[in-house]
């Protein structure tokens, strides 16, 4: 009879019971012992937002399930209100401290398991401690966030950092009647997701939203009055509060692996390898405490998310019990709901690409979700990212009111298998009208790749043509669209001009053929189009504007 | 200067109109005709159940670009209410017939593109051209149809043939207050996209809308009184109908093609290479009319797909211009909304599979759409058929009233790129409770596979078990959810017994350990932990049904 194995996981939120689970499933005779700081396990984290604002009412939701479901279906054991302290891997023992009453005691493994998460980055600002300042990582957290917007006067509530947690919060936030101003340091929202052009399509619907957003302000301090958070001070300026959260990323729990004298990763994360195994081949990590290796990259990256958890839990619960599992790596794939609107990434955006020093082509295309003559449909739009040279695919973000999600993770499997711009192009994808046009969007962002690469389709981004236009640039700025399209909206400059794209043909003696001429229409289709008609009519510098009005990110030029 | 490339294209629906655009923005000098035999170019046959239903009000709306804006941007010939009636390849001229006045000309080509789509198959049943009877495949049909259901009194509407049409077609005349019966001759609804168990899914829906569903009845003939249709005749009863709809399938219109001795596949299309040439190298063909080659099997199949059609056409565009690109070939993917349900399927079914003699392990897992702490999520079943062997995907079926496309579509992309039920394991789909769970159903369908191949997970699928219950074989049929949940809803057999999983452990007295022991709970999640449990305890013949209570597809055993 072989010697019972001994397995010890600490941490119990999502990477931790998914090895429990499946070590035991594995090994039916194993001694399994698993070690959390706080009252349950499982406990759904990315649901606290949801949880805040009511979306979901009863608190029991939030736990997947119970201590007692572990220990009766998965005959383990489960050490709550316990914090592990150190590692001594010589006589492979973890001592424990159990938190009510402070004594320590040591636990003996043949595998070890780290799944220690991660804490919100808190900078070391003056007044960080007062009552009503928040940071938002875990069920008590959320619970103490809940009562204290019940008895909350001031309903001025500053959320700083805008990113995934602190978007969601501001909608939760809002729909509990508080007044969020949302403060970023850097240009845009979810700076670290989305490119400025696309983030800028979510910050209208932010901003429709009654959500009030400042970027570029470094934050300094916090103000209080009686103990309690009364104000968040910036560089530039100060701004009231009665709730502050600050949702400024988080960074890996390693403290107890790096005292264990396990490599710690140049991230920041503990450093693993493809079977999740840490420098100590008795010790695992998994979940947000690790670093992982991107896909596109192949370099080290920290991201934390509850799937990616998933995941390592059930390939630290095979190798632990003597199989040979492996964990590939993460694209940074992220989808967010923003009110009504839908934003996600895939891979890399633009700037990450030009900064990991690819030769750079990308595609900006606003579509319908699904056929535009079926009713109901919303709006999204594209931006795919590819390498110039070879057309391989990089990266993909997705945003608007519709559907989002699917084209995301139609990307990240696209990604995964290191397609190139031409196999999206003629993915055979699912088609009716009440969900895609006969041409996805994606199949349209892909093409439009093509022709720039094959430089058919020549164009300036919007950002470019601001410039251009705040340089006062001489050129001729060509509407395509109809007349009655103009009058309601358009970019109104001197240099502009209204030739719909029907009347092209015949009206070409308007323009000379040496002119800059940059087009654009509603959503580019016909803009492109008229390049085309230009260009074949002698035109020497034609272009026309990416996604058109539909993708224009500033308030400038408009009306 | 170069000659003038003259371009004749023949059909005018999708592929036709993609091939004209693309080839003038390649070509501004090329001389373009395109003909088509009714009114209007371009018009959105994928919506006309739409149309007819009304959820489409105007029929401008189905008609994506109107013949003057192809005059106009284009600068081409449209030449509508003719029909070309054949090819003189030698000295490559097309013969038109002119409809209103019958009289024939010729036009001269240097590249011919065929695209003359698809027909309704219409057996040579007595009846078939009765007042009343229809088929569907185009705009005026859509019409005559709406007009048909204006003056109808007899509301009884049979339609023939349970396809995507069909189904599509149900929904359409029920809403319209139609009372409507579907006869198909095989034994479940889409018989070709789906198998059985997840067409069964299906249908319970269906028929709890209201849609009376006759399964495995040949229609043999139909009657009529007064020249109108009042009924349909099957081998087995007579069904009375004041419409009669269709809809058998297409079959491709090419008629000219062979008739000008083009090669015409085995599977009846026009054969093409991957640059969609014909045997003849200045024409090519595309859209429905064409064969196209499966992506997992590599045998040319039809699938007729509008979104095939325009990838066809873009194709085409480019290489009649002087291009080289080339078109890799269909999953035969598929989706249809019928009702508030969505169907959709990429790949080959589990039959399909077999009939091309792949050794074929499958999984069927039931699931949430989005975690299921947040509110309002739907439930879908997902079968996933991959190769024993290799592990090798080759097919996906996603129905239910939740999110189906998204899944289709990631397993589309999945197969083209040819990944292994490993890698969908661990693909990096985007994930936020509004959107997802943790472990998608598609994360949870793979592994299952996984832990098949691995004989980890030891299952009956519900036909098997259905076969034992049938034959009242002897085993012992173990619940392992709630009593509250068994007091809804059981399998109710005499050799049924409940025992909730967190009891198991300890009464695994009340089993033995030689019994074949068959465990189901609601979705399968805690059937397979009781499966690993048992065996864990020494039992030698446990299994679970795979989908248990959400995944079973018949009335009988329920109570």
Redesign the interface.
């Known amino acids: 009879m072989p010697t019972q194995n001994r397995i010890v996981i600490i941490g119990g939120t999502?990477c931790g019971p998914k090895a429990t689970?499946r070590a035991?499933?594995?090994d039916?005779?194993a001694k399994i012992t698993i070690i959390e700081q706080r009252e349950n396990l499982s406990t759904?984290t990315?649901?606290l937002p949801?949880f805040i604002s009511g979306?979901?009412t009863d608190e029991s939701?939030?736990i997947a399930r119970q201590n007692?479901?572990f220990r009766?279906?998965f005959?383990m054991e489960v050490l709550t209100h316990k914090r592990a302290v150190s590692i001594d891997r010589k006589s492979r023992k973890v001592e424990i401290s159990d938190l009510p009453s402070g004594k320590n005691n040591t636990i003996e493994y043949d595998k070890l398991v780290i799944a220690t998460g991660s804490a919100p980055i808190v900078p070391d600002w003056e007044g960080k401690d007062l009552d009503g300042v928040f940071t938002l990582n875990n069920l008590p957290d959320a619970s103490a966030i809940r009562s204290y917007v019940k008895q909350l006067e001031n309903k001025e509530t500053v959320i700083i950092g805008a990113g995934?947690i602190g978007l969601?919060m501001a909608e939760s936030f809002a729909k509990q009647g508080l007044k969020v101003t949302v403060v970023e340091a850097l240009d845009w929202l979810l700076p670290k997701l989305l490119d400025f052009e696309v983030a800028a399509y979510v910050q209208k619907h932010l901003q429709e939203s009654g959500i009030r957003l400042l970027f570029g302000q470094r934050v300094t301090g916090l103000e209080g009055s009686g103990g309690r958070v009364s104000g968040v001070i910036t560089e530039n300026t100060g701004i009231r509060a009665g709730l502050v959260l600050l949702s400024l990323g988080v960074k890996p729990n390693v403290s107890i692996a790096r005292d264990a004298g396990l490599t710690i990763g140049a991230t920041g994360g503990i450093s693993v390898n493809q079977y999740l195994q840490t420098s100590d081949p008795n010790i695992y990590a998994g979940g947000d405490c690790v670093e992982n290796t991107h896909?596109i990259t192949g370099e080290k990256v920290l991201v934390p998310?509850?799937?990616?958890?998933?995941?390592h839990g059930?390939i630290i619960g095979t190798n632990i019990t003597g199989g040979n599992d492996t964990?590939?790596?993460?694209?940074?794939?992220?989808?967010?709901?923003i009110f009504e609107y839908?934003a996600?990434r895939?891979g890399l955006t633009e700037s990450e690409a030009r900064q990991y020093g690819y030769n750079v082509v990308t595609s900006l295309v606003p579509g319908p979700e699904y056929?535009n003559?079926?009713?109901g449909g919303k709006q999204i739009l594209v931006k795919l990212v590819a390498e110039e040279s070879s057309g391989k695919l990089l990266g993909c973000q997705v945003v608007g009111p519709g559907?989002a999600?699917?084209r995301?993770?139609?990307m990240?499997?696209?990604l995964?298998?290191?397609?190139v711009v031409d196999?999206i192009?003629?993915?055979?994808?699912?088609?009716?009208?009440?969900?895609?046009s006969?041409?996805d969007p994606l199949?349209n962002a892909a093409?439009l790749i093509r022709n720039k690469r094959d430089k058919?389709a020549r164009t300036v981004n919007p950002m470019e043509l601001k410039e251009k236009l705040d340089n006062n640039e001489k050129f001729v700025l060509l509407d395509v669209r109809g007349e009655d399209e103009w009058e309601l909206v358009r970019l109104n400059v001197p240099q502009s001009l209204l030739i719909p794209?029907?009347?092209?043909?015949e009206r070409l003696s308007e323009l000379h053929t040496d002119d800059e001429i940059i087009i654009y229409c509603h959503t580019s289709v016909r803009a492109?189009?008229a390049q085309?008609?230009l260009?074949?009519?002698g035109f020497k510098d034609v272009k026309f504007i990416e996604g058109s009005l539909s993708a224009w990110p500033y308030e400038d030029y408009l009306s």
């Open positions: 999502a689970a035991r499933r594995l039916p005779a759904a990315c649901g949801y979306v979901i939701n939030m007692d479901y009766n279906v005959n995934l969601e896909l998310m509850g799937s990616t958890a998933n995941k059930r964990f590939p790596g993460v694209l940074g794939t992220a989808i967010v709901k839908n996600g895939t056929a003559y079926y009713p559907e999600a699917k995301i993770d139609v990240a499997t696209a995964t298998s290191g397609m196999d192009a003629n993915l055979d994808l699912s088609y009716a009208p009440p969900y895609n006969a041409m199949h093409n058919l794209l029907p009347e092209l043909r492109y189009q085309r008609i260009e074949g009519a």
